[in-house]
């Protein structure tokens, strides 16, 4: 598993073709002394069915980055590629089609919609992209421990089993690429990793590339690779 | 597609988990939808009445000629304009009674009728049967039923003559009954007279004019220009549809809470859609797709609450409307599809400007700051910023009405920037008010209970804004009915002096009748009056309104008692001379005709100049009157009306001379009454337009409380959350509701505060601008501070029902549920 040299380029992926490629990426806010930079020209690449930590202090612009690759925000300069498409070129709608049906992201505050019950909650993106297959959705559910809950709303599980939602939403669609923001920080240390374990695993399952940001060296030793954000440049 | 079903199913689902809030804002959208569909329905109602009045077989709906100083004129005229070539067709008009119910006969000449009316008129035998003889007197179906009479039945008048055999029209306007022109002439006792020639097409270029045929006795007065029943109730309208505007403004209150709260709770949801794929556009779709669907289904049942409503306010409308104005309408009511149409229409527009705020704010705000309640916060607080500017702006709006605005829509367009901006204002006042009393609380306790109250505003701020505009309306509004009723009675008290009052069914009769009484001892003086009609014209505004001039004999009742607002010295001694005349306010004010101003008043006997020296208060008459010397009228107007009767005696005989005269003259004394019934009846005619008033009052102030009861509710969830480190460290849940019930009173009881000066300006709009310009007369302003009292309890009371369920639920919360929110699980 590659440690050091996580700030690699897309060259740097060897023989197989990157899924993810930024490039040059900067982005500021607006603050009361003029704008605030949080990243600042980072390149990053990343292939298919690979997974990267993403690490560092908070503010550093992990999230930030996150974010501007789930098309959600809107990068300063740089260029954002998943397969090939330019995300930073992309229209309101070509990112919200990407999302739906390229990306599964898990938010840290699981994100799940209070009205709806867990099954439909586990289901809402892949029918969102025309590919609901209940067997899928019943093998994750069962994988994630959530079949005997599919019934039950979100406010009535607890946070542990809302967090599992949360993963088995965003692979629910079999992504090609699975971006999670901390996705176990909420959860004690045993519950997390046992997350982590089925997170990776159905993400290799449904061959999906995986982008993690979190603050756990331990969590992040677990995945393929580890990038480290500093003042918003990559760590060398 | 795939995105927008699936958004769409999922903000739905949010109702589903929330079915009180589902409640709240479909009941906002259905009672507003509900009141204002309910006062369309009742206006158009009348509308299509009024057409149905003003289109009889086109009389009204056509070009006609009629006498230059009102009244009847010679047939001849009819022969001279037909042989010059106009295509001109006689008609006459005039009332008759049937029972003790008037009603408009209408005489006309189906061969030379203009073709809109010849079209309206039955065709072969039934023509033929029409002109008789015995003829035929159609009627609505409306009218045969009132009468209780079926087809072909001969109603008795007086003067021992009768109606042809009745026939349904039903395209005829209810309590108008059509006959052939000869019938007519003789049942209202004018031969060889008519009332107009309704032209039936436009003269030819090369035909004589009309100065020509007819000199200067008759003018042409178009369509538009006839004195129509829907000119002369507009304003009555325009007052019920100010009402129904209000409470459709209040019941939006509670739908644009509803919704302004929905879309801060649905924000995750939003955020999720957005993160996991969904597009703005779709989004935005899914939103207003929702939007519209609401607003149909709760459009469609508020009109059904509408159909009630009007359905109930009818008899009382009908009522009001005949007493003042003599306008009959149908009893039925009838629904026409524009009425639907309209009343969804109002339904989406309302939901549309309800809903557009939060849309706007939620569609705009960043995918990633529009879960973060603060975001929503700041955006808030610009918003109410922008509130307190949009206040400003109705209130100057308001003034620049009240300044420099004329007619009865400036008029209404001041009081609704007066309330708007208030009801806009309000958060402020009461902040400030908040943030006094955070400073100088002792207590942690009271400390909190302020600042809390301050952040629970704006949350509450909507329908404390509907609960001001129903209590200052209130007050208003029974300011003043409260004031009229007392100035109504006492004015009645100084103009009905009479002990008895009747009318004679022919003018044979009559003059037999008033032998018959001069022989009598018990009574004291026998007052004949005589009425005739015409048309004013004034320089000053340019205009000319029509007229009626009433001659009554010198004598002491009018001169001790007639009440008059200013007069001249000697003002009766004037009008007994026959040089003066008394004028009405209403005529006063719409010819902007000044005491000591002379007169041009044009008879049938060359104009008649006399000076103005006294105006009287007229309340209730649509129309502009003139009291003048009865002789002196008789000698101009020798076709003028002299039937009607008042006669003076000891109020013990007045019962025997009633009797005496009925048992004398049956059917020849056309109606009589004495002095209570009459006032009776004038004050059972204003007690039911009132009755209107007051039940969409009471409306407006149920409507805000839902208002409040919605807020409370969908607030109540939230409220958990807040109360929750209360009870932690020790505060019970039972001091925490009665925290909550102590906030609630204290909201409304400020409100109820604020809307007694407002409630006051809105009296004072209502009695010295918006009555005057609608009917003409100006009330005294009265205050009643037993009703600010009656409103400020009620405001208590609706707060503290509005509060009840909510505040129950919070005493019960389980401990659990409180626990939650330290657990982070809720």
């Known amino acids: 598993m590659s440690v050091a040299s996580a700030a690699c380029d897309a060259t740097e992926i060897g023989a197989r073709s990157p899924l993810l490629r930024v490039t040059n990426l900067s982005k500021s806010y607006p603050g009361p002394q003029g704008p605030l930079p949080v990243l600042h020209g980072v390149d990053l690449a990343l292939a298919a069915g690979e997974s990267l930590a993403l690490m560092g202090e908070s503010g550093s612009g992990k999230s930030t980055l996150l974010h501007l690759v789930a098309?959600?925000?809107?990068?300063?300069?740089?260029?954002?590629?998943?397969?090939?498409?330019?995300?930073?070129?992309?229209?309101?709608?070509?990112?919200?089609?990407?999302?739906?049906?390229?990306?599964?992201?898990?938010?840290?505050?699981?994100?799940?919609?209070?009205?709806?019950?867990?099954?439909?909650?586990?289901?809402?993106?892949?029918?969102l992209a025309g590919r609901f297959d209940e067997s899928w959705r019943d093998q994750l559910a069962a994988r994630l421990g959530l079949s005997a809950l599919l019934?039950?709303?979100?406010?009535?599980?607890?946070?542990?089993?809302?967090?599992?939602?949360?993963?088995?939403?965003?692979?629910?669609?079999?992504?090609?690429?699975?971006?999670?923001?901390?996705?176990?920080?909420?959860?004690?240390?045993?519950?997390?990793?046992?997350?982590?374990?089925?997170?990776?695993?159905?993400?290799?399952?449904?061959?999906?590339?995986?982008?993690?940001?979190?603050?756990?060296?331990?969590?992040?030793?677990?995945?393929?690779?580890?990038?480290?954000?500093?003042?918003?440049?990559?760590?060398? | 597609m795939r995105q927008f079903l699936y958004a769409l199913a999922t903000l739905a689902s949010h109702w589903r988990r929330r079915p009180g809030q589902f409640a709240a804002l479909f009941t906002g959208l259905a009672v507003a939808t509900a009141l204002w569909s309910g006062v369309a329905a009742l206006n158009d109602q009348a509308r299509r009445s009024y057409d149905h009045a003003a289109g009889a077989l086109g009389v009204g709906a056509a070009p006609s000629l009629v006498a230059a100083s009102g009244g009847f004129f010679a047939q001849d005229a009819f022969l001279a304009f037909r042989r010059a070539g106009w295509k001109v067709s006689p008609v006459i008009e005039g009332p008759i009674r049937l029972g003790d119910k008037a009603y408009r006969l209408l005489g006309v000449e189906p061969l030379t009728l203009?073709?809109?009316?010849?079209?309206?008129?039955?065709?072969?035998?039934?023509?033929?049967?029409?002109?008789?003889?015995?003829?035929?007197?159609?009627?609505?179906?409306?009218?045969?039923?009132?009468?209780?009479?079926a087809e072909g039945a001969t109603p008795a008048l007086g003067d021992a003559e009768h109606l042809p055999p009745l026939a349904i029209e039903k395209d005829l306007a209810p309590g108008t009954i059509v006959v052939d022109i000869g019938v007519a002439q003789r049942l209202l006792h004018r031969p060889g007279r008519l009332s107009r020639l309704l032209l039936a097409e436009q003269p030819a270029r090369d035909a004589p004019?009309?100065?020509?045929?007819?000199?200067?006795?008759?003018?042409?007065?178009?369509?538009?220009?006839?004195?129509?029943?829907?000119?002369?109730?507009?304003?009555?309208?325009l007052n019920l549809t100010a009402f129904g505007l209000l409470a459709y403004v209040v019941g939006l209150f509670i739908a644009h809470a509803s919704f302004g709260l929905a879309f801060e709770q649905r924000l995750p949801i939003i955020r999720t859609l957005r993160a996991i794929g969904v597009s703005l556009r779709a989004l935005a779709f899914a939103l207003v797709a929702e939007l519209m669907l609401l607003a149909t289904l709760a459009g469609a049942a508020g009109m059904v609450g509408g159909y009630l409503i009007a359905a109930a306010l009818l008899p009382d409308i009908a009522a009001s409307l005949e007493g003042l104005y003599g306008a009959e309408l149908d009893g039925a009511l009838g629904l026409t599809p524009g009425w639907w149409a309209s009343g969804v229409g109002m339904a989406l527009i309302g939901a549309t400007i309800a809903a557009a705020s939060g849309l706007v704010k939620t569609l705009r705000l960043p995918v990633l700051a529009i879960a973060q309640p603060f975001a929503w916060r700041e955006a808030q607080r610009l918003w109410l910023l922008r509130q307190g500017a949009l206040a400003a702006l109705a209130l100057a709006g308001a003034a620049a009405a009240?300044?420099?605005?004329?007619?009865?829509?400036?008029?209404?367009?001041?009081?609704?920037?007066?309330?708007?901006?208030?009801?806009?204002?309000?958060?402020?006042?009461?902040?400030?008010?908040?943030?006094?009393?955070?400073?100088?609380?002792?207590?942690?306790?009271?400390?909190?209970?302020?600042?809390?109250?301050?952040?629970?505003?704006?949350?509450?701020?909507?329908?404390?804004?509907?609960?001001?505009?129903?209590?200052?309306?209130?007050?208003?509004?029974?300011?003043?009915?409260?004031?009229?009723?007392?100035?109504?009675?006492?004015?009645l008290?100084?103009?009905?002096?009479?002990?008895?009052?009747?009318?004679?069914?022919?003018?044979?009769?009559?003059?037999?009748?008033?032998?018959?009484?001069a022989a009598r001892e018990d009574v004291a003086a026998v007052l004949p009056l005589c009425k005739a009609r015409t048309t004013l014209r004034s320089s000053p505004v340019a205009s000319s309104w029509p007229v009626e001039i009433v001659g009554a004999p010198p004598h002491e009742t009018f001169s001790a008692h007639f009440p008059?607002?200013?007069?001249?010295?000697?003002?009766?001694?004037?009008?007994?001379?026959?040089?003066?005349?008394?004028?009405?306010?209403?005529?006063?004010?719409?010819?902007?005709?000044?005491?000591?101003?002379?007169?041009?008043?044009?008879?049938?006997?060359?104009?008649?100049?006399?000076?103005?020296?006294?105006?009287?208060?007229?309340?209730?008459?649509?129309?502009?009157?003139?009291?003048?010397?009865?002789?002196?009228?008789?000698?101009?107007?020798?076709?003028?009306?002299?039937?009607?009767?008042?006669?003076?005696?000891?109020?013990?005989?007045?019962?025997?001379?009633?009797?005496?005269?009925?048992?004398?003259?049956?059917?020849?004394?056309?109606?009589?009454?004495?002095?209570?019934?009459?006032?009776?009846?004038?004050?059972?005619?204003?007690?039911?337009?009132?009755?209107?008033?007051?039940?969409?009052?009471?409306?407006?102030?149920?409507?805000?409380?839902?208002?409040?009861?919605?807020?409370?509710?969908?607030?109540?969830?939230?409220?958990?959350?807040?109360?929750?480190?209360?009870?932690?460290?020790?505060?019970?849940?039972?001091?925490?509701?009665?925290?909550?019930?102590?906030?609630?009173?204290?909201?409304?009881?400020?409100?109820?505060?604020?809307?007694?000066?407002?409630?006051?300006?809105?009296?004072?709009?209502?009695?010295?601008?918006?009555?005057?310009?609608?009917?003409?007369?100006?009330?005294?302003?009265?205050?009643?501070?037993?009703?600010?009292?009656?409103?400020?309890?009620?405001?208590?009371?609706?707060?503290?029902?509005?509060?009840?369920?909510?505040?129950?639920?919070?005493?019960?919360?389980?401990?659990?549920?409180?626990?939650?929110?330290?657990?982070?699980?809720?």
């Not at chain 1, 309101?92 to 990306?103: E, I, M, S, V």
């Open chain 2, 114 to 149: 203009p073709k809109i009316a010849r079209d309206k008129m039955p065709e072969g035998e039934t023509l033929d049967d029409f002109l008789g003889p015995p003829g035929r007197a159609l009627v609505a179906p409306q009218t045969l039923r009132a009468l209780g009479l």
């Open chain 2, 402 to 491: 009240l300044l420099f605005g004329e007619g009865l829509e400036a008029g209404f367009v001041s009081m609704a920037g007066l309330l708007l901006g208030a009801a806009l204002a309000l958060p402020l006042p009461l902040a400030a008010a908040l943030r006094l009393g955070e400073k100088r609380a002792r207590g942690p306790l009271a400390k909190w209970f302020f600042a809390d109250a301050l952040q629970q505003l704006p949350g509450l701020s909507l329908a404390l804004m509907a609960l001001l505009l129903a209590l200052s309306t209130n007050i208003g509004v029974g300011s003043m009915v409260e004031g009229f009723r007392r100035t109504f009675a006492q004015w």
């Open chain 2, 564 to 826: 008059l607002l200013e007069a001249r010295a000697d003002a009766w001694g004037r009008v007994a001379r026959g040089d003066g005349a008394l004028i009405s306010e209403q005529l006063a004010r719409r010819l902007r005709l000044a005491l000591g101003s002379t007169l041009d008043i044009p008879t049938p006997t060359g104009n008649w100049g006399v000076e103005i020296v006294g105006v009287y208060p007229d309340y209730g008459a649509a129309k502009g009157q003139m009291r003048v010397d009865h002789a002196a009228l008789a000698a101009r107007w020798p076709d003028a009306r002299r039937l009607d009767y008042m006669l003076r005696a000891r109020p013990e005989d007045a019962p025997a001379v009633m009797h005496a005269l009925q048992t004398q003259f049956g059917a020849g004394v056309a109606r009589i009454i004495d002095q209570a019934s009459l006032k009776q009846r004038s004050t059972t005619i204003f007690e039911r337009t009132f009755a209107v008033t007051a039940a969409l009052d009471a409306l407006t102030l149920v409507v805000s409380a839902i208002a409040l009861f919605a807020s409370l509710t969908t607030l109540a969830a939230a409220r958990v959350a807040q109360l929750a480190p209360l009870w932690a460290v020790g505060v019970s849940r039972r001091s925490l509701s009665w925290l909550e019930f102590a906030r609630v009173t204290l909201f409304a009881a400020a409100t109820a505060l604020v809307s007694v000066p407002l409630g006051l300006a809105l009296a004072y709009d209502l009695v010295a601008i918006v009555n005057v310009r609608a009917f003409g007369w100006r009330l005294p302003f009265h205050v009643f501070p037993s009703q600010w009292l009656e409103v400020f309890a009620l405001a208590l009371l609706t707060a503290a029902l509005a509060s009840l369920m909510p505040i129950r639920r919070l005493a019960r919360v389980a401990p659990a549920s409180l626990l939650a929110v330290f657990a982070n699980e809720r």
């Open chain 1, 151 to 236: 019934d039950r709303y979100p406010e009535q599980v607890s946070g542990g089993q809302q967090q599992r939602v949360a993963v088995g939403r965003a692979l629910a669609p079999r992504p090609r690429l699975l971006l999670a923001d901390e996705p176990t920080g909420n959860l004690d240390e045993a519950t997390g990793d046992a997350v982590l374990d089925l997170l990776l695993e159905l993400a290799a399952t449904a061959g999906a590339a995986v982008l993690m940001v979190t603050h756990s060296a331990r969590l992040a030793g677990r995945l393929d690779r580890r990038a480290t954000l500093a003042a918003g440049r990559l760590a060398p």
């Open chain 1, 71 to 127: 098309g959600l925000d809107h990068a300063d300069s740089g260029a954002i590629h998943i397969d090939d498409v330019e995300v930073t070129n992309l229209d309101d709608d070509g990112r919200a089609a990407l999302r739906r049906k390229t990306l599964g992201v898990v938010f840290q505050q699981f994100n799940l919609v209070p009205s709806l019950t867990v099954g439909d909650n586990l289901a809402l993106q892949a029918r």
């Open chain 2, 493 to 517: 008290d100084q103009r009905l002096v009479a002990e008895i009052y009747f009318e004679a069914s022919s003018e044979a009769q009559a003059r037999a009748i008033e032998t018959w009484l």
């Open chain 2, 209 to 237: 004019s009309l100065e020509t045929i007819g000199g200067d006795a008759l003018r042409r007065v178009e369509a538009d220009d006839a004195p129509e029943l829907a000119k002369l109730t507009e304003s009555f309208h």
